[in-house]
T-cell receptor, first 111, second 112 residues
Framework: GENVEQHPSTLSVQEGDSAVIKCTYS??????FPWYKQELGKRPQLIID?????GEKKDQRIAVTLNKTAKHFSLHITETQPEDSAVYFC??????????FGAGTTVTVRA | DTEVTQTPKHLVMGMTNKKSLKCEQH?????MYWYKQKAKKPPELMFV???????INESVPSRFSPECPNSSLLNLHLHALQPEDSALYLC???????????FGSGTRLTVV
């Protein structure tokens, strides 16, 4: 099955700085790549997603890039704020109902 | 309505009890999911219903039994659980395959 690796496992950034989380996937047939944010004690929430026919997507302070050749995709958060502190999960799927999740990155934004 | 509603929010059950978790969505999503999440871990897929039919069972023990009464409802029947089954159980729905999930708030289950 699909294997998604996510790095780093923890990330501490100063408020206002940028944060980058990287994921790699193993199955070249994967074509859908969502990112979820999970605050402590809350549900995971979809924050952005990208499909394999697109190289980059932005939504305000969040962007995702996809490199199909290298089989990796990244989440970029600019101008980080304390409310960005959460666990972030990347995921991948290949035109089926199975999402393979990365292990998660705990992001802490220091005020 | 853009939410997935799960009940109950918390559940404590003994190893001989039978209980059910409930999930409801009114977004017209055609796929519904049960996930299990342990602390500090990603969600683990248990079951997928697509178009009201069970399409994926990730080799889940038979003490967990899913049911999809209609396109808006999803149940998870629990029987003879073990303490290691204690976890957060998340329901999710999506428009179809390869669409983002909307997760419910989850049921925090403790088996004693």
């Amino acid at each position: 099955g699909e294997n998604v690796e996510q790095h780093p496992s923890t990330l501490s950034v100063q408020e206002g700085d940028s944060a980058v989380i990287k994921c790699t996937y193993s199955d070249s047939a994967s074509n859908y790549f969502p990112w979820y944010k999970q605050e402590l004690g809350k549900r995971p929430q979809l924050i952005i997603d990208i499909r394999s026919n697109v190289g980059e997507k932005k939504d305000q302070r969040i962007a995702v890039t996809l490199n199909k050749t290298a089989k990796h995709f990244s989440l970029h958060i600019t101008e980080t704020q304390p409310e960005d502190s959460a666990v972030y999960f990347c995921a991948a799927s290949k035109n089926d109902y199975k999402l393979s999740f990365g292990a998660g990155t705990t992001v802490t934004v220091r005020a | 309505d853009t939410e997935v509603t799960q009940t109950p929010k918390h559940l404590v059950m003994g190893m001989t009890n039978k209980k059910s978790l409930k999930c409801e969505q009114h977004m017209g999503h055609r796929a519904m999911y049960w996930y299990k999440q342990k602390a500090k871990k990603p969600p683990e897929l248990m079951f997928v219903y697509s178009y009201e039919k069970l399409s994926i069972n990730e080799s889940v023990p038979s003490r967990f039994s899913p049911e999809c009464p209609n396109s808006s409802l999803l149940n998870l029947h629990l029987h003879a659980l073990q303490p290691e089954d204690s976890a957060l159980y998340l329901c999710a729905s999506s428009q179809d395959r390869d669409y983002g999930y909307t997760f419910g708030s989850g049921t925090r289950l403790t088996v004693v």
